[in-house]
């Protein structure tokens, strides 16, 4: 049953995705922006054609193309991985899931839709999404467990 796990994190995933992407979609207009948290946390509206921060708006095609090659790598990847390995198990969930939700607003919309939008005043960092934000919490987990398991077998 664990080796199903990441196929289960992934769709819960691209399920919330999905669900806070719509809600961004049919309650604001492109380029809106409200706080949501003293100015700190807002949500706005942003179509984002590139990848992370707008870099590379022109490449739409190469990114689904890339996209594909990482999902299949990351399957490849996690056929190897030990199924008593939960952590790594759920990292490969949460970056399948967030490549697949980031993948589905390039086919279906030609671009991602970012709604998070942090900083305070004018220092604001781009604005990502909950799919951008799974991606990232699972590279650092792969992260974390290579370093922990460099770290063992130095130490032993």
Request: aromatic content about 14%; overall charge positive.
């Amino acid at each position: 049953m664990i080796r199903m796990l990441p196929f289960g994190v992934m769709a819960v995933v691209v399920i919330l995705d999905r669900i806070t992407k719509s809600f961004i979609m049919s309650t604001m207009k492109e380029g809106e922006s409200m706080a949501a948290w003293c100015n700190i946390c807002c949500l706005s509206y942003i179509k984002n054609q590139g990848i992370a921060f707008g870099l590379f708006p022109a490449y739409k095609n190469f990114f689904i193309v890339t996209t594909i090659i990482i999902i299949c790598v990351l399957l490849y990847y996690w056929n190897g991985i030990s199924k008593n390995n939960m952590w790594l198990q759920i990292a490969i969930g949460f970056i399948l899931g967030g490549a697949l939700g980031n993948l589905w607003d390039r086919i279906v919309f030609g671009s991602v839709i970012d709604f998070i939008d942090i900083g305070y005043l004018n220092h604001r960092w781009p604005a990502f999404n909950l799919a951008d934000s799974m991606i990232c919490i699972g590279v650092g987990m792969i992260f974390i467990d290579f370093m922990w398991t460099k770290k063992r077998h130095v130490s032993v």
